[in-house]
């Protein structure tokens, strides 16, 4: 493998690796982890959509975003598929498919309330810094499954 190759098998691990410590911040619920994953400062504006979201622009509006989700999800977990890393210069793109376990609200016995499922494909972006690689943008979009598809087609009359 010559250098050129190395460096691009180490730079796609590292970026692998951040992708995951994002991931693995949000399962634990630690903002100080999530927050310190995203590029600092204001200069380089940061953006993030959540699934069923407008678009969130700036590191507080998309840092508070993240404390609202973790101040208001008893467990979630995510299982990540069909991850993919393209580069580019200093920048990566990450795509993924979050399968998505989260509980509901606590029941009355201060049990975890029902599991539910969720499929969203995602779009990460990073930014090479000194200090590693940091998260740019953020995009999440949820995935119909069929059976939404046949509830949708069942719903609408025939003309």
């Known amino acids: 493998m010559s250098d ?8 796609i691990a590292a ?7 994002f991931y693995e911040a949000m399962e634990r619920g630690d903002l100080d982890e999530l927050s310190g994953l995203w590029l600092p400062g204001e200069n380089l504006t ?9 678009v969130l622009s700036g590191r507080s509006e998309v840092l508070r975003s993240y404390a609202l989700i973790m101040a208001n999800t008893e467990y979630i977990q ?5 991850v993919g890393v393209s580069m580019t210069g200093d920048t990566a793109l990450v ?25 969203v494909v995602a779009t990460n972006v990073f930014r090479r810094t000194e200090n590693g690689w940091k998260l740019w943008s953020h995009h999440g ?19």
């Open 141 to 159: 979009s949820p995935v119909l499954t069929e059976d939404e598809d046949e509830d949708a087609d069942e719903d609408e009359s025939p003309s």
């Open 78 to 82: 995510f299982f990540l598929t069909d």
């Open 46 to 54: 940061v953006s993030c959509v959540h699934p069923g979201w407008p």
């Open 95 to 119: 795509t993924c498919t979050e399968n998505i376990l989260s509980g509901g609200p606590a029941e009355d016995g201060g049990e975890l309330g029902p599991l539910v499922g969720q499929l």
């Open 4 to 11: 050129d190759q190395e460096q691009v098998a180490a730079d």
């Open 15 to 21: 970026v692998e690796q951040a992708n995951t410590a």
